[in-house]
């Protein structure tokens, strides 16, 4: 599943995403042919280039539309969506609100870096109060944008959790758990980006403490001697929208595992998907009986 | 005032917030509510290091300034009339004439010099010489006869020791004009009287040439006809016969061709010796109603609506006229030597272009000088002078700047955007033309910049800035300084502030930046801002010394244009630096806040002392634009800096560069003598080792050293089998423990390097450190390829650079050279 070289910065956090979906493709052994991955612009969407995978590397903030119209008519496919805080909370918020809501089947990756890194610093969304960039030399006005109670906010809703992209054994447990839920699952990555926000998460990788590791029989599962590193843990159930939002607004730690969960979530694609299998003829016809309820 | 001062209230909570709030409205905003010690707005302020510069002497004034005559002896240069009185009174000491009186009142007459009605920027000396000490006698009036007849005395023998001749310039706006055109006579005197010298001479031999011509023909009509008589003339034709009659024996006479040639080139030779009589020192172009300059003829002035796009035409013209001299002169002498070919020299006198004129020949003609305004030139006529300046036509602009705060729309200054561009960078893009950046407050410098100019050939720009003369004010009547003083004062603050900086580009000088570029001359040219030391007095009256460093903000607060900048803040809102309250910004020195401003301006609000009406020092708070402003003069001054070669950056490179050879050479030769003396002390160990294993005895009995060996053999025998298991090729040359932890240290402390796999997050840092040391897994995660096909400083470096943090060095291998103390330190670090 590998492709190109990656071009990332060295002790880029997006190696170890990368590293966890080539694994997990290796372990389903997805077909490579069945398999895309879809994104837009940013550093982490560069991500389709180094899968050997069919992938399409779309437009600024346009990669959810496009994964939309992938699910609408290939309900067959493993599709993958990596796409950036700036890519997926700035530009891309209306089509993200709405993937969310459609419940398609699909795997978003959100690499969060807290920074606009390709275009060399600027502020992002979620670029914490008072970081210096670019764009604010005085440092950022306002409070940032917290994608996982957004996400939570979203009506129909089906999947959300959290890692971080310094603990491997978590990022690969919580992408398998991601694929393998049927919906859109949203999956936001807080990643280390070493060359603008190098100092965002240094403290919390130093200090394993600074992290929250939510645990539950339905969550994720780590492995006991990854799941030891964290010293933090509370339990927490997946289908408590309450108390996930309510872990999710703590601003002092960086809560990982799986917020919720709900496989009963409505999927568009069960809608979209009516009509295929029908010959070129039949389809004709279906159009034919439609248009005619137009006519006068 | 000082009631008002004592009457203040102490600084309560409110009030504090208040200030502050007002305060950084008007920093940020140039707005916000009054404040009761700000002086009117049309008063511009006094900064205390201006007042103190100029109590030191530091920015003395200088005019009047004397010119000698231009064609005069070489020595006598321009001077301050001051420096000139001095010496005249000197050599009146040295004759013996009693100067007391006069030494003492030695400025009351440059004063009076100074004070002589200029309507033009230049006067003759001995006019206003003799006026002034005329003014100087009426001015003791009141004293004793027997002083007065004394003073009458010593200004009788000062006079007889004044310059008869020369002019005396003022600190006027067209004083720059004037000092042009004088070393614009001085430098191309000599080369037009030797061209004049030149053409004299070939005319007088053409001439001859041609008059010998006319005797070696052989009879001409007129003298056939004479010779004949009146009764002669009715038989035969005159003319025919003289046309028959063969020349003079043993010579032959010009062919009528060549003598045309040379009747034509003689001519042209006369008309330009008639011209060159009046011909003025240089045509000036300009718009507008015309400069009143001394002895600047009419026709030298050419009024033009776009001086600039006429100037190219204009000289073309102009050298139309002189190439027809300068061909003549070049075909006399050819006809003279009797070299001239037909066949070759007609075709390239057809060519013949300004281009293939000497140096010497094109410096000896006047030049076309352009005058106008840096603002037109920075707004409207930019592309003018662009072309002007890339068309290598020795064509020379003179801008006069009034305000070197001007943008480059040519409006006056928006400070909004910060960045002033500079027309003297602009002129230098142009690469070969030349570049004079000065000011009229350095006027032998200007006059140093301007001997330059006037040699050159190459397109060149002249950059003057000339302190317009402020109307008086309210401010300038309590510190009594005359309006003159003032501009002086303001244009001297703009010099050292960085805003107008003096320096020329010469691209005749060489290739490179260090021939061409000369920056000498501004004030402490190797620092950012120039520092001075000012004494004031501080609340005790005591006296004390304050380094000041002057800015662009400096000048502007002189300046009434830039008042609205600055405002002065009562004593009780004073905040002192490093006080920080709720995030407010602190006040903080313009210099200070300068220092620290590189990308991101720091959180206060910058000040400038100045100097109320009973001289207490007050602070100036100044607007952001101000402040951007004053960092732009430094960064601009950084660059000429670099240009200059002054604090280089390259050169400090190269320096460390250097430095970290010389030490890396310094520790690799002490890591060889090292390395050299532990292999002879192993291959000692060792000689005796085999000694007591077999049995012969090597060293001498009873040394104490054996039994030790001996221990020590035994101790490192289990470690070396250790190593050697590890690199059993079956067990993968890793040394992780069965649980994926960290191997066991040995009893000696020696510990295998390791990474914690599980938490490798793939980056290749390490892989492509060293491909043979590290390895992926088959979940593409790193772990330890073979120990020992890497080098312990390669382990270090890459558990230095790995991001996941999960490479552990271990300790060194007996054999690696890498491991040095210093490696060992920062692999302890690491673990640390």
Known sequence: ?296 | MKEQLVNTPPRTGDEERDWAEAIREFHLAGQGPAMPDDPPPDEPLWPAAVHGLEAQGESAYAFPFLLPEPSGEENKGPRPLREVLGQALETCRQDGAETLLLESHLEKIVHLADRWDWTQPSAPAASVLEEALQRFLDSFGDSSQAARRELAQEVEALRRHLPREGALVAFHPLAPLVLYAWSLTRGRHQAARELSREVRRLSTELEGRLESDTRLKGEDADHISHSMGEQGDALLDAAALSDLLPPKRGSRPLEPQRRERMEKALQDLREHLEAWRNEPPFYLLHRGSPPTLPGLETKALQRHREPLQAAPDFFDELMGRRLRVLRAMRIAALEIEGRYTPELHDAVFKRFQWQSCSEEELRAMPPVVVLESAQRLSGRAMSDLSQVLGSSRPIHVLALNDDPLTRLSGDQLDLSTGYLPDLGYLAMAHREAFVLQGTLVRPGLLLEGLGKLSQTLDPSLALIWVPEAADASPKQEAQKVPSHRWSWMLGWSAHAGRAATCFTYSPADGLTWAERFDLRGNPQPESLCPTYRVPFQDAEGREQELDVSLTLAHAAALNPNYRRHFRVIPRQAWEEEGEESAGRPRQMDIAGYLEQFDQTPPSAVPYLWVLDQDMTPRRAVMTREMAAACRDRKRSWRMLQELAGVNNEYVRRAEAKLRKELEERLLAEQEALLEEARKQGAEEAIDRLVGILTGVEMAPAGDLAAPSLAEEAAAQEPAHEKAAASHDPDSGGQAVSPGGGPAAPDDDGFEEPYIDTILCTSCNDCIQLNPLLFKYNGDKQAEIADAGAGTYAQLVQAAENCPAHCIHPGTPRPEDATATPEMVARAQALEG
């Not at chain 1, 969310?100 to 807290?114: F, G, P, Q, V, W």
């Not at chain 1, 109060?129 to 764009?135: A, D, I, L, P, Q």
């Not at chain 1, 089906?158 to 603990?167: C, E, I, L, P």
């Open chain 1, 1 to 296: 599943y590998c492709a190109a070289e990656p071009r990332w910065c060295p002790g880029c956090g997006d190696h170890s995403v990368l590293n966890a979906v080539q694994r997990l493709a290796r372990q389903r052994q997805m077909p490579p042919e069945q398999t895309v991955v879809v994104s837009g612009i940013g550093c982490s969407s560069r991500f389709p280039h180094y899968m050997k995978t069919y992938g399409f590397h779309g437009l600024h903030g346009r990669a959810l539309p496009v994964a939309c119209g992938v699910r609408s008519r290939r309900p067959d496919l493993n599709l993958f969506v990596v796409t950036g805080d700036g890519d997926c909370c700035a530009i891309g918020m209306g089509h993200w609100v709405h993937a969310m809501r459609y419940n398609m089947d699909m795997t978003i990756l959100l690499l969060d870096n807290h920074i606009y890194g390709l275009t060399k610093k600027q502020t992002s969304p979620t670029t914490g109060k008072g970081s210096v960039s670019n764009t604010h030399p005085q440092g950022s006005f306002f409070v940032p944008l917290n994608p996982i109670t957004l996400a939570l906010g979203i009506s129909n809703v089906s999947f959300v959790a959290q890692t971080v992209d310094w603990n491997p054994p978590h990022v690969y447990a919580t992408i398998q758990a991601a694929h393998e839920h049927k919906g859109t699952s949203f999956v936001r990555i807080f990643q280390r980006c070493p060359h603008f926000t190098h100092d965002v998460f240094a403290e919390a990788q130093k200090d394993p403490s600074q992290v929250l590791m939510m645990t539950h029989e339905d969550g994720i599962q780590l492995a006991p001697e990854a799941a030891k590193l964290f010293k933090n843990q509370t339990e927490h159930d997946p289908s408590d929208l309450q108390e996930a939002r309510e872990i999710a607004s703590h601003e002092e730690l960086f809560p990982i595992g799986l917020f919720y969960r709900n496989p009963q979530a409505e999927r568009y694609e069960n809608a979209s998907v009516a009509g295929m299998g029908m010959s070129p003829q039949e389809k004709l016809t279906a159009l034919e009986r439609a248009l005619d309820r137009f006519t006068i």
